[in-house]
């Protein structure tokens, strides 16, 4: 019995360190995904002369790659979103759009549901909007540059109708 417990505690340490092994290649802080594996991810930014860079992808299982997305103040930000599925943009639109602070995501993404006609993008929405991209459908990409707005938490999601639930996630400026 003695013996058993203690090739339980081995085996669960070696997976600790198994897992603690995953993590470290992720240090840089940016990592370049190419459809194989999913991730949780932190972060996908890399700074060069004042300027953030940031891609991020969505793909025809309605999800972002990235949950949170950090850039640094005063930097210029530089967003590549890819839709790396096949999907046509008629049913598995993407978009990248960051909403300014008090904006609530919910009734933002239910008013874009009906503004096909501008992209999901409400018309009168110029104050809640930041940056957004155009609608992506499967093989596109878009890039958009917009200043980093001011320290603090923001959020993002993809305004396609029904996206928003699995897609959205946070943008820290620090
Ligand atoms: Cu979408």
Same mark, same amino acid.
């Given at each position: ?21 995953k993590e470290?290649k992720k240090k840089d802080g940016f990592q370049y995904e190419e459809?194989s594996k999913?991730t949780e991810s932190t972060t996908q930014t890399k700074?060069? *002369? ?5 891609v #991020?992808t $969505? ?6 790659n990235l949950? !949170?997305?950090?850039? +640094? ?54 104050? *809640? ?5 155009? #609608?992506? $459908? ?8 917009? !200043?980093?707005?001011? +320290? ?23």
């Open positions: 019995m003695k013996l058993f417990n203690r090739a339980l505690v081995v085996a669960f340490t070696g997976l600790l360190i198994s897992c603690g092994g470290e459809g999913k700074k060069e *002369d004042g300027v953030s860079e940031v #991020i $969505g793909d025809d299982m309605m999800k972002f949950k !949170e997305i950090k850039v +640094k103040a005063g930097d210029k930000v530089k967003l590549t979103l890819k839709h790396i599925g096949k999907l046509d943009k008629n049913v598995m639109g993407h978009n990248f759009v960051l909403l300014a602070q008090g904006v609530d995501l919910v009734d933002f993404a239910t008013k874009a549901a009906t503004a096909k006609d501008t992209e999901y993008i409400p018309e009168g929405s110029e104050n *809640d909007v930041l940056a957004h991209t155009k #609608i992506l $459908g499967g093989g596109e990409t878009d890039i958009i540059e917009f !200043e980093a707005p001011e +320290k603090g938490t923001y959020q993002f999601l993809c305004s396609f109708p029904g996206h928003y639930a699995m897609m959205q996630g946070k943008f820290i400026v620090e």
